[in-house]
């Protein structure tokens, strides 16, 4: 997926709800309530049930009421193909409602959160909710790492893995979810392990089929917004660079300050100019039309400051140093070696302020790691969407950038759908669709879910969410990141 790849809606906003909840402070279940002990006949605690499972062990518990919130590490082979050749432990988060609930399996496609926090649909069905930290994020990373296998099918291995591992303490239906990134991880994971799930919910979740046809993403921002919000944003992009000489300057002092090093991407001046062209990609990944009015009206009479202050707070100049780019190595290894990345251009600054352009992957992921792109994965996923998928649900936001090249399905597939949110950006969600596809959305996710009332099947009652809106489990939490 690109590289303007920096802003990671990262593990959360993606999925529009999962995000980091508040540091909950409330005492557990008692003992005894079902939320806490296992099913008919077996009173064993759920900790304990957890931890007799071969290769899991505790990291911590942190108390929420009317759930039990564990975080986890579970010993994973390094490869999955030769299981003998090492292993390494992977975190992973359960937020334990009542075993029988249906669980719904997340992964954010990067760290995970060791915050309680639900997800979407976790809260459309009222169920458990497992979290896994995707593979050779840190922690959760070999040592030695042996980046070969970092790729998609590994990935979806660990999910088969641990999904096979908690099924006999979560026995009821499973449910598939994740947000950009994560959107994408339950969908290959679905093109790996058709048999595990019961329905995916994947949100805005990029599917770049071609690496080199990127056409989508150019027409896309001919035509999102309003023109006076393009002209805006495009007159703020246009002047960094024209006056990057002073800029830069500044750049120097404000890296010089936090002790930030540019190693990894060659020089001050690519991550400078890396930065600037992610501006207008970061602000409609993030932003609505109502935000256009924070964006400076006339670029050429602004002063420095301000135009510094607009890429700063949309773009971040922490984005391209060592230290920003350190954290989202793997994100950038896959999108270098199956992912892809979107290649966009800018016929209004001119080729002359231009000196790199959209810089690829591999300027972003040390030298001493070796990549190489793999043609078929992509279109494999998108071909196997388009004709197998089932029970899979996709939700894109009109103004995303990400959802210029996005997941469709087919005639071949069955009870699947791909709805987008009017005027929503990179959080869209269910929540936010037009009152008929909002309905609907959740009636399909309940019925995969094996809980859906007997009005919401028979249409005669309308599909609401079965548990309450929770402001801590519920808030959104928006890590700025133009990675998906």
């Not at 609505?288 to 773009?315: F, H, N, Q, R």
């Not at 793997?330 to 000196?355: D, E, M, S, V």
């Not at 005027?423 to 996710?445: C, D, K």
Request: hydrophobic share 35%.
């Amino acid at each position: 997926m690109r590289k303007a790849l920096r802003w990671l809606l990262a593990l959360t906003v993606l999925i529009g709800t999962l995000g980091a909840a508040g540091t909950a402070t409330a005492a557990p279940p008692a003992a005894g309530s079902t939320g806490d002990r296992a099913a008919a006949g077996d009173t064993a605690d759920i900790k304990d049930r957890l931890l007799a499972i071969p290769g899991m062990s505790l990291v911590e518990e942190k108390p929420y009421t009317g759930y039990r919130f564990f975080v986890l590490n579970y010993t994973q082979p390094v490869d999955h193909r030769h299981p003998d050749r090492g292993t390494f432990q992977q975190r992973i988060t359960v937020l334990h409602k009542d075993v029988s609930r249906p669980t719904v399996f997340y992964t954010g496609g990067y760290n995970v959160s060791t915050t309680p926090g639900r997800s979407e649909p976790t809260r459309i069905v009222d169920g458990n909710q497992v979290s896994l930290e995707y593979r050779y994020f840190t922690p959760s990373r070999p040592a030695p790492a042996d980046w070969s296998k970092l790729d998609i099918r590994q990935a979806a291995s660990d999910q088969h893995r641990v999904f096979t591992a908690l099924k006999r303490v979560y026995d009821r239906r499973w449910l598939s979810t994740g947000g950009s990134k994560g959107g994408m991880t339950a969908t290959y994971y679905e093109r790996f392990y058709p048999r595990d799930m019961d329905g995916v919910v994947a949100y805005v979740a990029p599917n770049d089929v071609v690496n080199d046809e990127d056409s989508a993403y150019d027409r896309f921002f001919t035509t999102v917004g309003t023109a006076d919000c393009r002209a805006r944003l495009e007159g703020v992009q246009r002047e960094a660079l024209v006056r990057r000489t002073a800029l830069e300057k500044k750049y120097a002092g404000y890296a010089a300050d936090n002790g930030y090093t540019f190693t990894t991407i060659g020089s001050l001046d690519r991550a400078y100019e890396a930065v600037v062209l992610d501006y207008v990609w970061g602000f409609w990944q993030y932003s609505l039309v109502s935000d256009c009015g924070t964006i400076p009206a006339d670029a050429k009479s602004a002063t420095d400051d301000e135009i510094w202050g607009s890429v700063d707070t949309i773009s971040g100049f922490s984005a391209y140093t060592d230290q920003g780019l350190e954290r989202y190595t793997p994100y950038y290894y896959q999108a270098g070696t199956q992912l892809g990345a979107p290649t966009i251009h800018f016929p209004y600054i001119g080729k002359g302020l231009i000196r790199y352009g959209y810089q690829p992957p591999r300027n972003f992921v040390p030298r001493s790691i070796p990549m190489r792109f793999d043609r078929a994965a992509m279109p494999d996923v998108d071909r196997w969407v388009r004709h197998h998928a089932r029970h899979m649900l996709f939700v894109y936001g009109q103004n995303d950038p990400w959802g210029a090249e996005r997941f469709r399905v087919g005639a071949g597939a069955k009870d699947s759908y791909v709805f987008t949110v009017p005027g929503m950006n990179h959080g869209a969600n269910v929540a936010g669709l037009p009152a008929g596809q909002q309905e609907l959305a959740t009636a399909r996710i309940l019925s995969w879910a094996g809980v859906a009332p007997a009005g919401v099947e028979s249409g005669a009652a309308a599909a609401k969410p079965l548990a309450p809106f929770d402001a801590r489990l519920d808030r959104q939490g928006v890590e700025r990141g133009l990675r998906p």
